[in-house]
């Protein structure tokens, strides 16, 4: 289950695993899209309808979801204790994104303007709480500017909104944006990464532009709480088997997605490190 629209990063990702998947497992591996609410719709579902019996799986976005768990103006349904985590599968950095007709040929063009004209420029994310918006509100802080923030459901909406001149900029992550990059469709103006992306090489960190700010979507899988761990360290090994398949790993290269596998231990351990920090940053957008 995903919970975000069909086309974007996160979708393209399930898809691309789930082939290698049912190699792995002999069996049809389904992918089911419920988008809304950064994740939340989806969410619910898993929570009130998955049964810890093995066969459905929920693929969590991080920051979005202990953003959505521990914002209490967002009343969900769940906890982080209704998840039973498997194995990560992808960490895709941030970046800004302009269509190709954009004035902004670089991110000075960007924030010089935006200092010249607070909340007049028209940034999409793809929710509340996602790691875009908090991304948004970085910038805003260490580069001393306001945008007029735009929040959309997924990352098709606001690709098409971007490119259709509806906002002026998308903040979003790479791998969303690397094929429209590739079609000469749109240009990145920076990463929000240690490093400059392998696929992108002529795209600068913002570190680089002397603003700190790393940021990423991490994505993995769970269960149900409560599915048998004899059920849970197979799949572990399952996914683990299927991500390191030589098609699913050139394929994945190919979409602009980082892998980083983390197995159940090891992700439980980055999940509940994550849970303070999305505390402290959902003070910076429900002041």
Known sequence: MVGFGAGGSSDVGVRILAEALKKIIGQPVLTENKPGAGGQVMWTDFKGNAKPDGYTLALINVPQLQTTVFDPTRKPAFTMKDFQPVANHVQDPGAIFVRTESPYKTLEDLLKDAKARPKQIKASTTGIGSDDHLSVLDVERKAGVQFNIVHLVDTPTALRQVLGGHTDINFDNVGGFLPSVKSGQGRMLAVFDEKRFPDAPDVPTMREKGIELISSSTRGYVYPAGTPMEIVKYMEECL????????????????GLALKFMGVDDFAKFLESQNERAKDLIGLYRK
């Open 240 to 255: 683990k088997k299927a991500m390191d398949d030589p098609d699913h790993v050139k394929r994945m290269k190919e979409s």
